[in-house]
């Protein structure tokens, strides 16, 4: 049974930083997409970022250059470096993973990884004031 368990969200003011962490076990998958989605109150889910079991990342246009996902190298841990944050980024995030090679082929869209997951965590709250 696949688990993700995200930590390190908060109330930070606006420019600060956050790093949020998903600590994944009981998957054996060679080929996934793991990533991060946010839902804020009222709206759609969101997709953030993705980072293919390659290495290869993709992310939303909304956090381009503030935002930056990393493996640990026994790949049990995904981290998102979260920098120069702003009030329209709180939101609750998640993590999660869409496994086999369709997942892989739209890991590059970082949309993706909010409407086609195969698990997700329960979420962590970030929340932004200016």
């Known amino acids: 049974q696949v688990q993700l368990v995200e930590s390190g969200g908060g109330s930070v003011q606006s420019g600060e930083s956050l790093i949020l962490s998903c600590a994944a076990s009981?998957?054996?998958?060679?080929?996934?997409?793991m990533g991060w989605f946010r839902q804020a109150p009222g709206k759609e889910p969101e997709g953030v970022a993705t980072?293919?079991?390659?290495?290869?990342?993709t992310y939303a246009d909304s956090v381009k250059g503030r935002f930056s996902v990393s493996q640990e190298d026994a790949k049990n841990t995904l981290f998102m470096q979260m920098d120069n944050l702003k009030p329209e980024d709180t939101a609750m995030y998640y993590c999660?993973?869409?496994?086999?090679?369709?997942?892989?082929?739209?890991?590059?869209?970082?949309?993706?990884?909010?409407?086609?997951?195969?698990?997700r965590g329960q979420g962590t709250q970030v929340t932004v004031s200016s």
């Open positions: 009981g998957y054996t998958y060679s080929t996934y997409c």
């Open positions: 999660a993973m869409s496994v086999g090679l369709r997942a892989y082929g739209r890991c590059s869209d970082a949309s993706s990884i909010a409407r086609d997951f195969n698990y």
């Open positions: 980072l293919k079991s390659g290495g290869r990342t």
